[in-house]
Structure formats: C-alpha cells, structure tokens
C-alpha cells in the first residue's frame, strides 16, 4: 500500500511541476470507452494541489467527499495508534 502511495504522491508532483503524465491509466476507460466513477480523481488530486478548485470540481466532484473522509481515516487511525501503544514503550526518554 504504501509503494502505491508514494508512487500516486511522486506522480502527482511530477505532473505538476514538469507537466509530464506517469499516471497508470483506468482499465475500465480503456476497455469499455466510458468513464466510471473513479475517472478523473487523480487529474482532480493534480488540480487540489495545484489550489485550482473549480477545475477539480468539474474533473469529479467525488474528490470533495474524498479528500476530508480520507484525512478523516488518517486522524482517526494515528489516534488509535498512539492510545493503543503507550509511546513510552516505543520512545523510551
């Protein structure tokens, strides 16, 4: 999971800063010529970091619903890491 994660991350940098495309692309455009739900949601990731909201709404509007359930996730784990292991065991001062 997480070589998928830095390679979407490092992907995402490149296509915005050198405005090269690494993307892999959707299986499901290529095989039935139409877009599902998920199209587009990295083009809309590119354009959150690049701050162009109104063009990552109209790339998928899903990415608004995305991005604060996943954040959520995140803060949500990263709490019940650290309540389910006392840090003082992993950091011993």
């Given amino acids: ?25 959707c299986l499901w455009n290529t095989l039935f010529h139409f877009k599902c739900p998920g199209c587009g949601l990295t083009t809309a990731t590119v354009m959150l970091i690049e701050f162009k909201w109104s063009a990552a709404y109209h790339t998928n509007p899903l990415i608004f619903l995305l991005v604060p359930i996943g954040l959520l996730t995140i803060v949500t784990d990263y709490y019940k890491f650290i309540n389910k292991n006392n840090l003082n065991d992993i950091f011993p001062k």
Avoid: Q
């Fill in 1 to 25: 999971m997480s070589v998928v994660v830095c390679y979407f991350i490092v992907s995402a940098l490149v296509k915005s800063v050198l405005n090269f495309n690494i993307f892999i692309p």
